[in-house]
């Protein structure tokens, strides 16, 4: 029975994953398997390409080598067509919220549902008013984008990124930028989205604290490759360097403190002697 547990397909399958920008490997073989059902980190340095692997899922960036699979499909091999289909299951949450201006949180909600769907406006409505009261705002169905505190603007894009029942969610650094408590909302409502709705989560994330009380799985990239794998408790006492440096929130490490910099001592003589 554990053994049939284990094998459950992961959702995403990542195989020999490379991927360049200009001259540069942002990814030079990575391996990966998102679990179903699960709450996945994603984690690194800044520029470590965690933004371009949710964008290599969506099929926006096509990778030089390798397999990217979700849920059975060959992403970088779909049809127009059919990568549509399946980012209609994928849902996403930007760092910026990304709410459309001139629409208030009542018609944000309901955008995607309009594009995709021909449901009755009575059904729209009744569906849209469910998003919203799950992220708390159901009262603030009438307000604009410029009314809302930037923790409320993120809830009412994640009620958007749901609005669709996505199979999946991919966070980008959904805890940027937010007061304690706008955090402890986000952390609350990524995790039990997750159980309740049965989704898959992918969080993009710096923020290690909040993101280790949530995260099931999590995967530390760095210079092209994963540097560290495992749950949260796993990677804390991990034999990864640059894994202990980055969960224990080190300043110092395999990422070092300083910018590559001449021996401070000739430095400071240099200038002395000049
Ligand atoms: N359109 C682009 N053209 C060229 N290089 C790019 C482009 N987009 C991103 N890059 C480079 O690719 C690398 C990975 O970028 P990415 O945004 O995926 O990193 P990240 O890990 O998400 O960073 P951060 O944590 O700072 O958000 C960076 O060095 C970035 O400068």
């Known amino acids: ?3 049939q547990l284990n094998e459950i397909e992961p959702l995403i399958k ?17 391996d990966m398997d998102i ?26 960036l096509k990778p030089h080598a390798g397999r990217i699979e979700v849920d059975g499909l060959e992403v970088p091999n779909l049809s127009t067509t059919a990568l549509y289909q399946l980012r209609k299951r994928m849902g996403m ?10 629409l208030n949180v009542f018609e944000n909600v309901a955008f995607p549902v309009r594009e995709h769907t021909q449901l009755p406006e009575s059904l729209i409505r009744h569906l849209v008013l469910m998003k919203l009261h799950a992220v708390g705002l159901r009262g603030a169905r009438d307000l604009m984008p410029s009314q809302l505190s930037g923790g409320m603007a993120r809830r009412v894009a994640l009620a958007r990124a749901l ?20 955090m402890g909302v986000l952390v609350r409502l990524i995790r039990s989205f997750n159980d309740a709705l049965n989704l898959t989560s992918i969080i993009v994330s710096h923020d290690v604290h909040e993101t280790a009380e949530i995260a099931d799985l999590i995967y530390i990239i760095a210079e092209g490759k994963i540097v560290g794998q495992g749950t949260p408790a796993d990677l804390k006492t991990s ?35 000049c």
């Open 239 to 273: 034999e990864s360097a640059w894994a202990r440096q980055f969960i224990n929130a080190q300043a110092d490490g395999p990422v070092p403190f300083h910018y590559p910099a001449p021996d401070y001592m000739a430095d400071l003589l240099r200038g002395h002697l």
């Open 35 to 60: 679990p179903r059902g699960q709450v996945t980190a994603i984690m690194g340095p800044s520029g470590t390409g965690k933004t371009t692997l949710l964008r290599l899922l969506g099929g926006q």
């Open 93 to 102: 949450l930007f760092q910026s919220g990304a709410l459309l201006t001139d």
């Open 163 to 182: 609005a669709l029942d996505p199979m999946m969610i991919m966070y980008d650094e959904p805890f940027t930028g937010q007061d304690p408590i706008s």
């Open 14 to 30: 990542i195989r020999g994953l490379r991927f360049a920008r200009g001259n540069r490997w942002i990814f030079d073989g990575i």
């Open 1 to 3: 029975m554990i053994n």
